[in-house]
């Protein structure tokens, strides 16, 4: 039995895989069992931002496994710390706590912000208000606060509190917000919902009645943060700062961790027992962690994931103006997306397998929507590859 076939057979049938087997990485690059190459477009869902096996952060990883892998939160380490220091002191946080999912970062997120007005006695002050077309995750709380029907299908009941409004629509959210709401819920740069950003005006509205409110903002930057977007965090585009933010697929660059990370006010939310996690922050998954953000702060490496988002997003906008079918291409930084207006049986998954079939790799949401997601270290010509491919198939 090959590996496609063992799959099959014995994982749960949750996935909709694509018919390939993958055996290395390196950079850009995946091959496959066959020997065939693929310039890889998607990084496993905008995770290896590094590209894949990146030297320093498989020698983080290395040394670290061989000296110290897990001793649990009862005791101290030094990369949790290192991690955690380093997480403030590049952004407007000033306590950590370390998952090891998107969705648990989130749980602790949602958590965090009930607990934080129960502790000051305003028991009823429970509710969340997340967006329409959000994805938040797949655990009871998070599906609950994701503005997704499909995938709430056969979950019911779900857990009580969370409502939704239209993303980007201030006036929404208004009449929505009362002294029942304990927090905002959104992404500054909606993923699976079709890499839609945040309008400027709109977050800058947001922040403003949250603070009119006392309502607590939370930021999943999951998907959009650690350098996707071009700044750190992809918040700093607009110069506002969320009170709690989440973040976990690129801070590990493939090696599995979360972070909840909470300004100092949002923070006395938790105290001695109120969450806890076996993993969380493990040495070994914070010491490649650290040297993930330790690389992705720097400034010259986040100008040249501007200047390199800025040149894909063009060649982009040129197919649109080549192309009927292309009717909005959207995102920020190495996060975009090109959406199609598609008859017939033709859908995304149409070009996916196209694309994948001349080598390279991207994924389709949304039925309509194409996502890129290449590695932040993805070159020109790489893109330019992609582009003339697309444009063939367009
Ligand atoms: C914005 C956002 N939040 C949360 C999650 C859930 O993360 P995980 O799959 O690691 O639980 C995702 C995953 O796609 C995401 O894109």
Known sequence: MNAIEKTNDFVFQTYLRQGKAFVRGEGSFLWDEDGKKYLDFLSGIAVCSLGHCHPRITKAITTQASTLVHVSNLFY??????LAAKLCEKSFADRVFFA????EANEAAIKLARRYFQKKGEKNRFKIIAMEQSFHGRTMATLSAT?????????????EGFSFVPFNNINALKEKIDETVCAVMLEPVQGEGGIIPADPEYLKAVRELCDKTGTLLIFDEIQCGMGRCGTLFAHELYSITPDIMTLAKALGNGFPIGAMLAAKDAATGFDYGSHATTFGGTP?????????????????????????????????????DKHDQVIDVRGKGLLLGLELSLEGDTNAAFFVEKLMGKGFIINGIQDKILRFAPSLIIENSEIDRLISVLDTIL
């Open 77 to 82: 380490t030094r990369p949790q710390a290192d």
């Open 100 to 103: 090891n999912s998107g969705a």
């Open 284 to 320: 070994l998954a914070a010491a490649a962690a650290l040297e993930v953000v330790n690389i992705i702060s720097e400034k010259a490496f986040l100008d040249q994931v501007c200047t390199r988002g800025q040149y894909f997003k063009k060649q982009l906008e040129n197919l649109k």
């Open 147 to 159: 503005g997704q029907d499909k995938i709430k299908e056969g979950f019911y009941p779900l857990l």
